[in-house]
């Protein structure tokens, strides 16, 4: 490789593609869908799931300051995987042999998609989808391509010009389970203009005939447009009782607006109506607070079927997950968030349940706040003998089980601050620390590794000259001169009168 970049005239000192090229060819790392490696050292295939993770993680890094829109980015796999269990378990016993289709409207990588194919096994699908973002319809495509998965790379279609709401590219198809997390709180504006505008759209995805009305509108308000993507898969359900005895199972997420936005007779309120009216929707599913990335506001999974069994038919089953943890924890409020910490790690061992560091993360946020005048809460206890008190290093003596030991806290990183300190400051960083920040911050301390020493040439400081001020005497002159003037008008304006 090495050969082929000084070839091309590509070297590391003078261009930064050549060092990105040989990182992604080093040998400890694999970011191809296939496993690699000899012996006992073989590193598994990344899947584009968790490609999406990489990809939300740059996101994370870059565009944290965009303002980007609250659930724009990936689905957490646990979300996903909670989706394709409540579309396929229910029905599980009840699925032949043969093949099924899987229709994302909203596929983003491709994560959902892959993950409900995975979860079938040895059923034979074909996967279909259609994503408006070019980079992240771009990861579903080459992810599919790599796997040699060229028929369902195929069936995805995306781009700014392959908006789903309006250029449907699967205007005649019928599909068999259908995933989806829609963006919501986003404007549709622009594929209303697309479409002519409400008073002349007949997309039949969205006027339809129910409860005698031959123009029964789905139309939502322009500026969030995600019941729309539930009406978009209601319309390719499969009805055909003999031709598909399971129908089509629709799972799909959506925030808490649209469970009651819309008054009687708008597009929200008509699309409930129609599914309720329809008796199509099976449960909803109220999710954890903070598990989507870029947004901390309650979403919900809806469940849809139009082959409800018969225990089913004419109710809604609600599930409230986020208290299952509480419930477990126990219902009283904990005050010391590091006692809460060891109830939780034992409930969840009692659970059998070993989540990752960032679904505990969730789990944690979503059960949790922050009280200012909490007790501390403790990061690290480091071993006897290893560490000494530091206090301006972040290493505070402690009592813990009425051992002295020393222990490291977990910053609030709404207070990180930062100080520009002269480099000949006489006493150092320790002593500008603790004459301008301990006396109103005493708990405040130098992370180390954030310390960095820089340059700078300032004029300004040296040769700036401030203007000159007027003494009092002068201002008081000014005021009584406008004074005077303001009074010379008024005469004039007045004609002298009252004077």
């Not at 296939?34 to 565009?63: A, K, Q, W, Y």
């Not at 060229?150 to 010009?161: L, M, R, T, V």
């Not at 419930?327 to 590091?338: F, I, K, P, R, T």
């Not at 969840?348 to 070993?354: D, I, M, N, P």
Request: charged fraction near 25%; include cysteine.
């Amino acid at each position: 490789m090495k050969a082929a970049l000084d070839k091309a005239g590509i070297t590391n000192q003078d261009d930064v593609l050549g060092t990105q090229i040989e990182k992604f060819l080093d040998k400890g790392i694999n970011i191809s869908p296939f496993p690699v490696g000899e012996g006992g050292n073989i590193m598994p295939g990344l899947d584009n799931h968790s490609m999406g993770t990489m990809f939300e993680e740059l996101v994370r890094c870059f565009n944290e300051d965009n303002n980007e829109e609250a659930g724009e980015h990936r689905t957490p796999r646990n979300a996903v995987r909670l989706m394709a269990n409540r579309m396929f378990l229910p029905v599980a016993d009840r699925i032949e042999s043969g093949t099924y289709l899987l229709y994302d409207c909203a596929c983003g990588t491709g994560g959902m998609l892959t993950m409900a194919e995975e979860t079938l096994q040895q059923i034979a699908t074909h996967l279909y989808g259609q994503e408006i973002n070019g980079e992240t319809y771009a990861i579903c495509k080459a992810d599919l391509l790599l796997k040699g998965d060229g028929d369902a790379a195929d069936n995805i279609f995306g781009g700014p010009e392959h908006s789903t709401l309006s250029n449907d590219a699967f205007r005649s198809r019928e599909f068999d389970f259908m995933p989806t997390n829609p963006p919501y709180g986003i404007s549709w504006k622009i594929d209303l203009e697309r479409m002519d505008g409400k008073k002349d759209l007949k997309d039949p995805r969205f006027v339809i005939q129910h409860a005698g009305d031959a123009e029964y509108s789905l139309l939502t308000r322009s500026s969030d447009g995600q019941m729309l993507f539930l009406a978009n898969m209601l319309s390719k359900m499969k009805h055909d009782a003999k031709k598909c005895p399971l129908g089509s199972r629709i799972a799909e997420v959506h925030n808490g607006s649209s469970l009651f936005t819309g008054d009687a007779g708008q597009g929200e309120s008509n699309i409930r109506r129609w599914i309720i009216e329809s008796d199509w929707l099976e449960a909803i599913v109220a999710l954890p607070l903070n598990l989507f990335y870029n947004t901390g506001i309650a979403t919900y999974v809806w469940v849809l079927s139009n082959r409800k069994p018969a225990h089913r038919q004419g109710k809604v089953q609600l599930i409230e997950t986020a208290n299952q943890l509480r419930v477990a924890l126990s219902d009283g409020l904990m005050e010391d968030h590091n006692v809460f910490l060891k109830r939780v790690e034992a409930t969840l061992k009692q659970l059998g349940r070993k989540p990752s560091a960032a679904d505990l993360k969730l789990i944690i946020n979503a059960v949790s706040w922050r009280v200012e005048d909490a007790p501390a809460v403790i990061k690290k206890i480091h071993k006897p003998g290893k560490a000494q008190p530091a206090p301006l290093r972040g290493r505070f003596e402690a009592k813990i089980d009425g051992k002295t030991c020393v222990v490291e806290y977990e910053p609030n990183s709404k207070l990180r601050d930062y100080e520009q300190i002269p480099l000949l400051e006489k006493g150092g960083i320790k002593d500008f620390i603790r004459r301008e920040v301990l006396p109103y911050t005493p708990d405040a301390w130098i992370v180390e590794s954030d310390t960095k020493i820089g340059c700078e040439i300032s004029f300004t400081r040296h040769f700036f000259q401030p203007p000159k001020l007027r003494t009092l005497a002068e201002i008081s002159a000014d005021i009584l001169a406008l004074k005077q003037e303001t009074e010379g008008l008024l005469i004039e304006i007045t004609g002298g009168a009252g004077t």
